[in-house]
């Protein structure tokens, strides 16, 4: 079991910024894609921002230039930097980790932190 633990979600006015992190911790073996996703009420679940091993990053076209992801190997921790925040990026952002193998590649989700920006 992979444990994901969040934190830097809350409200905000638009145009201010928020910093999410994430650290994964337990039965951690060979981390190759840490990210975020979201959730709006109504809405399916969608990709954020996501970086792998070798530190390539895919953005949702939605944030680029606004969000930066990074990642720190060391503390299995991914960190996402929310600026110039939009009501449209209320959602509740869930952290994302695939870990092992290709032949058997683990899928983990956290609980969730909650962005408002309010207008």
């Known amino acids: 079991q992979v444990q994901l633990v969040e934190s830097g979600g809350g409200l905000v006015q638009a145009g201010g910024s928020l910093r999410l992190s994430c650290t994964a911790s337990?039965?951690?073996?060979?981390?190759?894609?840490m990210g975020w996703y979201r959730q709006a009420p109504g809405k399916q679940r969608e990709l954020v921002a996501t970086?792998?091993?070798?530190?390539?990053?895919n953005y949702a076209d939605s944030v680029k230039g606004r969000f930066t992801i990074a990642r720190d190997n060391a503390k299995n921790t991914v960190y996402l930097q929310m600026n110039s925040l939009k009501p449209e990026d209320t959602a509740v952002y869930y952290c994302?980790?695939?870990?092992?193998?290709?032949?058997?590649?683990?899928?983990?989700w956290g609980q969730g932190t909650q962005v408002t920006v309010s207008s």
């Open positions: 994302y980790v695939r870990q092992g193998p290709e032949s058997s590649w683990s899928r983990n």
């Open positions: 337990g039965n951690i073996f060979r981390i190759n894609v």
């Open positions: 970086t792998a091993g070798g530190g390539s990053t």
